[in-house]
């Protein structure tokens, strides 16, 4: 695909996958990054780079380290080809509803992976049912993908909207619901005296992890591992009891709660800002705020 952007030097034809690949390495800042949002190896990307640098005569990124910054000559292409890609992103999505014609768009969504497993993956068939939308659900609590502009949307669990977006203006975090968790044991089993688990702390979210020292006391954790998923294990074995979350016990017949909800964390969806009305993001955004709800 071709898209008559710009005529310089009368050089009025550019490939697109060009054009794609400087807005892509100006958005992740790295080659890498570039890389694997375009589904493309990093040689490809400074190929790219370089042919489009020849054709136009003129530097486009200079390097500090690892990253790469837009020159001022790059600065002043970007706006058309930002807008030229939301124009190409308009025009697939005009028949989106249906069947026949539907241009394919990619959701690329991190989440905690109990989320993941839990809560998006048994019900990601009901976003794709009428949209012709391929779906990457990724487990992770990290957000430097969704920094570096690698993943579309970002689902967090955080205190305070300031650990979600920090300063950076360009991303939008928007509070869909909470978290709340309570203390489980085996059904049926004597929880007198039964040991504590729970995760490794840098895997615990914010309050999470004060909450679950609490709870442990002195004696502390005799087993500690980094996922949901296998604290669930150790203790639906009966070998322990642990704070997990609702959405996991509630719905694991081999557990059984043993009080009240003793924490509650709120629930973010982190967006780009640039990307918002994306219709495709739109979709993927009320889906997931309309599921979160139904889950409370």
Known sequence: MQVDLINLKGL???????????????????????????????????????????????????????????????ESLLAHVENAAEALADAEYVSAETEDGAVWRSLRMTAAPFLVT??????????????????ELIGTASKAEFQRREADIAIRIEDRRGEISGQDRRIKADRIG?????VYSARDSDVENRPWAGLI????????????????????????????DALTEIVASGAARALLPRLIGETDPRLESEGDVVLTQPLWILSHRQDRDDPHLVAARNWITELVERCR
């Open 118 to 135: 839990n809560l998006f993956a048994p019900q990601v068939g009901h976003l794709t049912r009428r949209r012709r939308i391929k779906v």
């Open 12 to 74: 009025c034809m550019i490939e697109w996958d060009h054009w794609r690949t400087m807005l892509a390495v100006f958005r992740s800042g790295t080659y890498l990054g570039a890389a694997k949002s375009l589904r493309i190896d990093a040689t490809t990307v400074g190929r790219r780079l370089k042919q489009l640098e020849d054709r136009l005569g003129q530097r486009l990124f200079l390097r500090d380290g690892d990253r790469f910054f837009p020159t001022r000559h790059c």
């Open 178 to 182: 909470t978290i709340t968790y309570a």
């Open 201 to 228: 702390e840098e895997h615990v979210r914010s309050s999470g992890g004060d909450v679950m020292q609490s709870l442990a006391g002195e004696a502390g954790f005799q087993y500690r591992v980094y996922q949901f």
